[in-house]
Every structure is written in structure tokens, then in C-alpha cells.
């Protein structure tokens, strides 16, 4: 696979990621040994590298066969395998059983790679067996303890952070995980970072202790390792990491959200990055089809962070531009037989892109149609409009809405007869949230008693909105609000709103609600020029100082990023500092694009994530999960069983 020139550190994450497995895994194992090669790999690091390399991508590399290291396995004792395994007893044993004796052995020469540091415990393990030892060619801590979903997403493969954190009880070796993964991650990207974070947090401020501790300590380790914004690396500055947990904005990933990304992933069932739906043959028969969004899909990367309006209207642009200009849809309408032999030709040369174009706009349109009907059959506009009102404290146009006025509000929906218990209970916990902000003190006991009754919640139902509470935080709201226009989409019209500064979705925006990420994010950036806007009793500081000299972006960019032809539209090249976000307790797919549309209008690079990808009901999940009391109830917010 062709990866950009590294010469001054400017790849994206993801490119990083693949550089090191291509080159220092299997590039590595492949000079030291001979002939074609096993890759064996626990679950961990199976999800590590899918991530980021095909299939096709590995066998390329003299990788004849890859297999699990759970799984029984046929020896092939004239190969040699490559190990890739997290850094635990249990995998080290394992690979140990490979090598029963010199007889048995399963493998010839040995390359074992660990996702990061490998204690004491997990070495002794190897060592124990004599002959694995003998055949050990390479042993390799790699510090890629993270898995790279997006371009410059990450997050570290704990969905049940967020239980640890905060649960019944807390695991307080939780912290210390996140932090040791969180340095490899900087470790990867050549940073020791400057970092910021939430001084409310007792998680946060030991993440970032832990993380500068271990970088310290690895720099010390390690002289040959070097960081941005040092002494003979000066073509950029020294990152910043802002470290967060989720208690700093518990309530921007409940909000319903019009984007493309956060509704597929909110409204649809969406199984590690794959989607099902049926479709209907030309002879009328249904059939199920499964659609993996990443990197991969072009389309999907272009589209992901627009408004679900646009993505129609963009969809709708390219199925007539196609049919109406590509030679192979006049081929595939009919036999051809109105066409000359050298247009015939270039049709039948052009024909194979046709249908693979058509099948990819195909799949995004049934995607686009399952989010809008799923919108329309549920009323989400007008529960929407109601999250907005709560969140912002202001209905639509601009008049404040509070108290008992509000309240009402609710309870009127709550007893709607067609609204979901999962509805229900999201809303009353967004109310409860905001509450905190708004109020200070959160709902009193009688309009929680009000809304349990409107709502015909369980005990255990009524339980998910106290923990609610537990991550409560005073919520900083912006004082801009938002403007929407009309769209291509008739229920997007009509919602007249304040006017207010442009945002990235442009006429299609249609929210009120700003997630306070996107403000932080300003403030790290000092976007506007004006300071450190962090307050630093709010966001302490530690590890190295930030650089001074002023920051210079160059943008790659051949077309724009909504361009048909822009492949490469979400590359740059970035010589400013990079900015980094770790949020313990999981990130939320708004979080994401907020991100990303700064970096866009600012041309900074920002590198988000955290312990997990969090969609709305997953969080919810979580949030039931805090609690014995109430973990039954987590139920509700999981994805129904898989069709076998």
C-alpha cells in the first residue's frame, strides 16, 4: 500500500498506525527471517489492526495465512509466525503452548510484537519455555495500545470504561490503563505534549499525572526517542493534550443530532462500523445486504459530517451525474444498439465503474432512507426541537423557556402514547442534566415524582436518571444560538431561529445546542488569537511548556472537501501543533465532528478520542450500568440480537 513521505511527521494518525505495522512489524519480521510467514493475533490486537490494514494489505507482506491465538491451530513448522498480542500473562501463555517441545513445536523462528510494555510477569512467562526461547527472532514492545477507527480518531478499546469510572463499585485501576494507553498514542505521534486537564476531575488529573510520568520516564529510557517542538525537530511545535472524562459534558452525547454519522449510528443498528438492510432485486426478491462504513468508503468520508439533508441532495447530484454523463449507463439501460462501435466501447470500458459507483450511491441512499424514515415514523423533529429547548433553556425563537413552562413541556410529551420508553427515559435525563446547569441544584423531588408518573417508569428505569446525577456537571452553555434555513428536506423548513455566526452545516443546521467540547477546543486552539481562554483553575497544567513560535499550516488539498474527485479531501499536511483530546468515559460522535470542523476552518490538526465511541443508547447503557439497581434496565438500550 503507498503511504505519504514521513520526512517531516506529517501523516495523519491512521497513516502512522499502518507505517509502523507495515514497516516495523511485518516489514521487520519479513528482513529477519525467510520465506512466507504466519501472523497470529489475540482479539485486542485483531481489532488494533483491522482498523487499519485489509487483508490484501497484510498478505502483501509475505503473510501467507493469519490466524486467532485463541483458536486451535495447525502447526506449520517450516514457517515462522509473528505474534501480535496484547502484554498479558494470558497471551503469553498461550503463545507459549505453541511450543510443547522441540518435536511439537508449531513454528520454526518466533517474532513477538506486545501492543505496549510487557511486565515482568508476562516475560517470565516466556522464558519459562526453553523452546520458545531458542526461536525467538525478534521480542518488541510497539506502544500501539490503541485502535484508529478514522483518520485522526482513536480511542482504546474499553467500552466499559465509563462503569469502571464511576460504577458500583469504582475500579481504580481504570486511571492508570487509560494513561498507560493514552502514552502510547503520544509515544506513536513522536509527542510529549503539553497537557491541560479538568481539575474537577479526580480521573482526569490522574490520567495526565500518569501520562507525563510514563513519557517522562520512556524519554529518559529511551535516548533516541524525540519529540515535536524539541531541539532538531522544529517543523512543528509541541502538541497539546486536553484529558477529559465525561462528567465534563454528560449531556451532549444524549442530543439527537441531524448529521449524517451521529444518526446512523443513533437510529440504526450499527455493529462495529457494520450496517444490514434489504433491498429488492430488479425481480422484486428482498435481499440482506451488510455495508461496512469506514476509510474505505469513499463516500462515507465525504459525507459523515454533513447534515442528512445535504447527504440526500449530494446523492441525488451524483445518480443524475452519472446516468446522464457516465458512457456505461447508457449501456447498461439498454443493449446499445443506438450506439456506434467506438462509443459501444468506451461504454463497455466505462461500465464496470458505473456499477460500482451506482452500487456504492445505492447503499448510502437506503442508509439515508432507513435514517429518515426511522425520523419521520418516531417524531424526532418535534422530541428534537424539545432537547433544544431543554439544553439551551429557549424554544426556537429565542423566548426562555424555564420552570414549570418547561416542565409542562414534558410531561406533555412523556405521555404521548407513541413515544418509546428509550425515548422517554432520554429525555428525562437530558431535563435532569440541563436542570443541574440551569438550576444548580438539579429537579426537586416533586417534578421528579411528576415525570416518573408521566413517563410509567420501573425502579430500576427511575435509577438511570440518579446516576445521571452522579455525572452531573455545571454546564457551559454558549450564548450564540443557532440559525436554520430551509433545505432540500421539507421538515428542515419553517424552524425559524436567532441568527447567529456561520456554522459548518450551513443552511442545514438546525440545533440550538453547542457541545461544550467544541468551546474547549476553541480555547486550546486560541483560534480567535485572543489568549489562553482555558481558565486555568478549571484546566490545570503539567508536563512541558508550550512552544512560542507562531504556527504555519500547508494544506495538500487538490479539491475541496466536497468535491466528487476529493479522494485525498481530508489529508493535510499540518506544520502547527497538533491537539489532542482524551476523553475517559467515552467520545460522542458529535465530539467527533466538532473536531473535525475545526480542524477544517482552522487548518490545525486535532487528533480526538478516548476510552470508547459512544453512541446515545450505548451511553445510556452505561449510565444504567453504574448501578446493581439498575443495571437490568441497561437492556433497553442494547441492540437487539443479531439475525443468524
Known amino acids: 500500500m503507498a503511504l505519504r513521505d514521513d520526512s517531516s511527521g506529517m501523516r495523519s494518525v491512521r497513516e502512522i498506525v499502518q507505517k509502523r505495522f507495515i514497516e516495523d512489524v511485518i516489514g521487520a519480521a519479513a528482513s529477519n527471517g525467510s520465506g512466507w510467514m504466519v501472523l497470529v493475533m489475540d482479539d485486542e490486537a485483531t481489532r488494533v489492526i483491522s482498523s487499519v490494514l485489509t487483508m490484501y494489505d497484510i498478505m502483501e507482506q509475505r503473510v501467507t495465512l493469519v490466524e486467532q491465538l485463541n483458536k486451535n491451530r495447525q502447526p506449520f513448522r517450516e514457517m515462522e509466525v509473528i505474534y501480535l498480542v496484547s502484554p498479558t500473562v494470558a497471551a503469553a501463555n498461550k503463545i507459549a503452548e505453541d511450543f510443547p517441545s522441540e518435536a511439537k513445536a508449531k513454528y520454526a523462528g518466533v517474532h513477538i510484537y506486545f501492543l505496549d510494555v510487557a511486565g515482568d510477569d508476562v516475560v517470565m512467562a516466556i522464558q519459562a519455555n526453553g523452546v520458545l526461547c531458542s526461536r525467538i527472532r525478534t521480542f518488541k514492545e510497539l506502544n500501539l495500545h490503541f485502535v484508529t477507527p478514522e483518520v485522526n480518531v482513536y480511542h482504546f478499546d474499553m467500552p466499559s470504561a465509563l462503569t469502571r469510572l464511576y460504577g458500583e463499585p469504582e475500579d481504580p485501576t481504570c486511571p492508570n490503563a487509560i494513561a498507560e494507553k ?136 451524483r445518480m443524475s451525474d452519472i446516468i446522464n454523463n457516465n458512457p456505461g449507463a447508457a449501456l447498461a439501460k439498454n443493449s446499445g444498439s443506438d450506439m456506434s462501435i467506438t462509443t459501444m466501447a468506451a461504454a463497455v470500458k466505462a461500465l464496470p465503474e458505473y456499477r460500482e459507483t451506482m452500487a456504492k450511491l445505492s447503499q448510502h441512499v437506503h442508509i439515508a432512507q432507513q435514517c429518515m424514515d426511522c425520523f419521520s415514523r418516531t417524531g424526532l423533529m418535534d422530541i428534537n426541537q424539545l432537547e433544544q429547548t431543554m439544553s439551551t433553556g429557549e424554544d426556537e425563537d429565542g423566548k426562555e423557556v424555564k420552570g414549570p413552562k418547561l416542565l409542562q413541556l414534558l410531561i406533555d410529551t412523556l405521555v404521548q402514547p407513541n413515544i418509546s420508553k428509550q425515548i422517554k427515559i432520554r429525555l428525562m435525563a437530558i431535563f435532569t442534566l440541563s436542570q443541574l446547569s440551569q438550576r444548580g441544584g438539579g429537579t426537586t423531588a416533586e417534578d421528579r415524582r411528576r415525570l416518573i408518573q408521566a413517563a410509567g417508569l420501573t425502579g430500576p428505569e427511575q435509577q438511570i436518571l440518579l446516576n445521571c446525577e452522579r455525572l452531573g456537571a455545571v454546564l457551559q452553555q454558549s450564548s450564540q444560538s443557532r440559525q436554520s434555513a430551509g433545505g432540500i428536506i421539507g421538515m428542515f423548513r419553517g ?43 478549571q484546566f490545570g497544567t503539567m508536563g512541558p511548556a508550550v512552544g512560542t513560535s507562531a504556527p504555519v499550516a500547508k494544506s495538500v488539498r487538490k479539491y475541496g472537501n466536497n468535491s466528487r474527485f476529493g479522494k485525498n479531501a481530508n489529508r493535510s499536511m499540518f506544520q502547527s501543533a497538533r491537539y489532542m483530546v482524551c476523553i475517559a468515559g467515552g467520545v460522542s460522535h458529535g465530539e467527533l465532528r466538532s473536531a473535525h470542523d475545526l480542524m477544517t476552518q482552522h487548518s490545525k490538526e486535532v487528533v480526538i478520542g478516548g476510552t470508547h465511541v459512544i453512541s446515545p443508547n450505548a451511553f445510556l447503557a452505561d449510565i444504567a450500568s453504574l448501578s446493581p439497581r439498575s443495571k437490568e434496565a441497561a437492556s433497553l438500550f442494547e441492540l437487539p440480537p443479531e439475525k443468524p
Open 182 to 317: 493514552l502514552a502510547t498514542l503520544c509515544i506513536t505521534l513522536n509527542e510529549f505534549p503539553s497537557v491541560r486537564y479538568q481539575t474537577s476531575s479526580t480521573t482526569a488529573t490522574e490520567i495526565a499525572t500518569t501520562v507525563v510520568k510514563i513519557l517522562t520516564d520512556f524519554k529518559r529510557n529511551n535516548p533516541s526517542f524525540w519529540c515535536h517542538g524539541e531541539d532538531n525537530h522544529q517543523d512543528r511545535e509541541r502538541g497539546q493534550l486536553l484529558v477529559l472524562d465525561r462528567s465534563f459534558d454528560p449531556l451532549s452525547p444524549l442530543m439527537h443530532e441531524y448529521t449524517y454519522q451521529a444518526m446512523v449510528n443513533d437510529l440504526l443498528p450499527v455493529r462495529d462500523g457494520v450496517i444490514s438492510y434489504s433491498s429488492e432485486t430488479n425481480a422484486g426478491a428482498k435481499v440482506d445486504k451488510k455495508v461496512l462504513l469506514n476509510e474505505s468508503d469513499e463516500l462515507w468520508v465525504e459525507l459523515r459530517h454533513q447534515h442528512i439533508a445535504k447527504v440526500i441532495e449530494i446523492i441525488k447530484e
Open 495 to 537: 424552524r425559524a431561529a436567532p441568527k447567529h455566526a456561520a456554522t459548518p452545516e450551513g443552511e442545514y443546521a438546525d440545533s440550538r445546542h453547542r457541545c461544550r467540547l467544541r468551546a474547549l477546543l476553541e480555547g486550546l486552539m486560541d483560534a480567535e488569537g485572543a489568549g489562553d481562554a482555558l481558565p486555568a483553575d
